[in-house]
């Protein structure tokens, strides 16, 4: 399935990437993260367990076992704060 996967933050600077077309092997949110940790470096580490990330498909927070489908818009970005 193919989605469109957009970073935010800190990601997108470690990343160096603000968007990208996936061509994704599994069908949820972790198969997602798992398939970019795999690429190493940056990506297993900023996504590693224990790091704080949020995932979001065509706008709404999802959790990683959400499934996702073909064409959809994925955001991964660190937590937001604000005051």
Do not use: H
Not at 9 to 18: D, I, N, P, S, T
Not at 19 to 41: F, H, K, N
């Amino acid at each position: 399935m193919k989605l469109r996967v957009l970073y935010f933050a800190r990601l997108r600077e470690r990343f160096g990437v603000a968007e990208e077309s996936v061509e994704l092997a599994g069908s949820t949110a972790a198969d997602l993260i798992a398939q970019l940790q795999a690429r190493g470096g940056v990506w297993e580490e900023e996504l590693a367990p224990g790091r704080a990330f949020r995932v979001a498909m065509d706008q709404e927070i999802v959790a990683l076992d959400a499934v996702l489908y073909d064409n959809a818009e994925v955001a991964i970005f660190p937590p937001v704060t604000g005051g």
